[in-house]
């Protein structure tokens, strides 16, 4: 049979019937025949209650898009409810003061990450932002206020609009609080790319703000700032804060999932979690390249910088995110007096360039590939998990990475430039180098700054963009359970149940040996992150799995990820509240949206509840 089924023509299984009930290969023959399965595996596993089939699968491209059925505005939508049901219960408990705060939870620990290094962060976009010399500001996704409520005392008017209408309130009421020192200040509840009613050319700054990752594709992203360049005026800017990075993704997620493995898991299986939270991924990231092809194709934009993100702190914010000026209907920026260097085959150190800088006093220095401090250690990870050698645990490659290369912090820089009469710019490798990024120094007695990016460096011309080169697209982990339903009942139509595979597991790609050939124990441990361990993580699989109508759930599967909405997470925390007798709020879920880290966090409630009745008597 040369065709894919469809998974609607009835298909003869009686070669399939032939060979043994419930044989991986009869049921791998059925998998490789539909038409949303590129290639599949299935072995047998021993779980719990005795050996059971487990079916791994690949997505065929075009015929698994086309079963995704969620589109740009219902995810816009979701996002919206998840950020209401955030801000409503941080009010509602009492932690009013922190409620800003609340979205801000790092991917390693699931915790919030630390005020300092927010507040670094948000102080270096208001310095930014407040270069710009804004007087009347449009803000897309101003949320409770973190910016306005910074910004908006040196302004005549600021605008402010959010999908989150909770948030807004809250906002609202502070402004009402602050309203002696603050300028004109306007509202609206809206999502980003709803501009109606916005007047034309009424701006000179327009801010986007740690916002993007929410954004459903790199199509509704172009949209956004398409009429956001419409409410700028000539000579005004558009800031785009936060970033993340397309290029950095999977390094993204290679520092986070090493960070928490053991140091015994094999490396197989930590290739595999990356490889899974690479499909789960629920956050927009983007190419720098994107703002290139989007400058050649707006006419108005004339200028446009993309840089580092600031700080000293070492976290996902300042590795992986970067920020964005589009300038509007201003002349570019040039100087015909700039003299570049390459950082590597010039020998530089920082310590050279002191020496350089102090000695020939360049009006201008252009520094390219500049070997980034921040990540280099996680570009290496990748490389020694595709090539291992003799590397076979997650141990093994914290040690090894513990002698990779230093590279240039960019705080450095800055503070080189702190020090001598230079103003500092970094900005991403121009080279598109992911590990490296340029910078440029100038005289501050100089008039003249050159534009950091150069469109036609940063990004192959092209006729017709297509946006969805430049990006990921979120959650695919919702549209891959769609996939994975179909494909169960696909396979009820063939098997008895007594044949049907439990567990049918979307990877990204099979694992191989080093030989190229299908790595089978690689697939068992991956099948181990499906087996719960506790009583507790057994009835949170069992309640996930109801809730969202899902027939498999993974220990480490993102509730929001999946699909799951605020309705159902709120039936998650009824249910769970029921079971274990301890309330688990929606801010819990959403700070902590794995079974496996929901399972420890009620764990350790349990333990603090049994030592409070231990202390009272």
């Known amino acids: 049979m040369e065709e894919h089924d469809s998974g609607e023509m009835p298909y003869d299984v009686s070669s399939a019937q032939r060979e043994q009930p419930g044989d991986p290969a009869a049921i791998e023959t059925l998998l490789q025949q539909h038409a949303a399965v590129a290639d599949a595996a299935v072995l047998s596993y021993n779980l719990p209650d005795g050996p059971q089939l487990v079916a791994f699968f690949v997505e065929h491209g075009p015929q698994a898009a086309a079963t995704r059925s969620t589109g740009d505005r219902e995810q816009v939508t979701q996002w919206q409810a998840v950020f209401d049901e955030v801000y409503r219960q941080a009010i509602s408990s009492q932690q009013d003061a922190q409620v800003s705060l609340r979205v801000w939870t790092s991917s390693y620990t699931d915790q919030q990450i630390p005020e300092p290094e927010i507040f670094e962060c948000i102080d270096d976009s208001v310095a930014r932002i407040r270069a710009l010399q804004p007087r009347r500001v449009l803000e897309l996704g ?24 909770a948030a807004l309130d809250r906002l609202a009421a502070e402004v009402r609080r602050q309203q002696a020192q603050l300028p004109e200040i306007a509202l609206l509840h809206a999502p980003a790319d709803e501009l109606d009613g916005i007047p034309e050319a009424a701006f000179d700054v327009v801010i986007l703000n740690e916002v993007v990752q929410y954004f459903p594709s790199s199509d509704y992203l172009a949209q956004v700032l398409e009429r956001a360049v419409t409410r700028v005026k000539p000579g005004g800017a558009i800031f785009v804060g936060g970033v993340r990075s397309l290029p950095l993704l999977e390094a993204f997620h290679t520092s986070v999932q090493l960070y928490q493995a053991a140091d015994q898991l094999p490396i197989p299986e ?56 589009l300038r509007v209907g201003c002349a570019t920026l040039v100087s015909g007096a700039s003299q570049e260097l390459d950082w590597q085959t010039a020998g530089l150190t920082v310590e050279s360039l002191r020496r350089l800088l ?26 020694l998990l595709t090539n291992p050698g003799d590397l076979a645990t997650a141990g093994d490659l914290k040690r090894a990475l513990a002698a990779a290369t230093a590279g240039v912090a960019p705080a450095d820089l800055w503070a080189l430039g702190q020090e001598l009469p230079y103003t500092t710019r970094i900005s991403w490798s121009a080279r598109g180098e992911p590990g490296a990024y340029d910078v440029v120094l100038t005289r501050r007695a100089a008039e003249q700054i050159v534009a950091l990016t150069t469109p ?61 050939n299908l790595d089978r124990e690689a697939l068992r441990s991956l099948a181990a992150q499906f087996v719960p361990r506790t009583s ?29 909405t605020p309705a159902q997470a709120q039936q998650v925390v009824r249910r769970a509240g029921a079971a274990f007798g301890l309330g688990l709020s929606f801010e819990q879920l959403f700070d902590t949206p794995t079974v496996e880290a929901a399972a420890l966090a009620i764990e350790f409630a349990v333990l603090d509840e049994i030592e409070r009745l231990a202390a009272e008597e």
């Not at 070492?314 to 920020?323: A, I, V």
């Not at 297509?466 to 990921?472: C, D, E, K, V």
């Open 358 to 383: 102090a000695e020939t006093a360049p009006t201008q220095l252009r520094l390219i590939g500049v070997p980034n401090a921040r990540v280099l250690a996680d570009l290496a990870a990748i490389d």
């Open 536 to 564: 507790v993580e057994a009835s949170l699989l069992q309640i996930w799995g109801d809730v969202l109508h899902l027939p498999l759930v993974s220990l480490q599967s993102d509730f929001f990820a999946l699909g799951g």
């Open 142 to 165: 101003c949320g409770t206020g973190l910016l306005l409520l910074r910004i908006a005392p040196g302004c005549e008017y600021y605008c402010g609009t959010d999908v989150s209408q």
């Open 270 to 325: 930590l290739r595999q979690r990356i490889q899974q939270r690479l499909a789960q991924e629920k956050e927009l990231a983007v190419d720098p390249a994107f703002f290139a092809a989007l400058q050649r194709e707006l006419p108005q934009v004339t200028d446009l910088s993309i840089q580092l993100k600031g700080g000293w702190a070492l976290n996902e914010l300042t590795k992986f995110r970067y920020d964005v000026v």
């Open 456 to 516: 036609a460096d940063a990004a192959p011309a092209a006729s017709s963009p297509r946006w969805a080169q430049y990006a990921n697209r979120p959650l695919q982990g919702s549209a891959a359970g769609s996939i994975v339903a179909q494909l169960r009942t696909y396979l009820s139509r063939h098997l008895t149940s007594g044949m049907l595979p439990p567990l049918v597991i979307s990877l990204p790609a099979l694992p191989t040996d080093a030989n190229g």
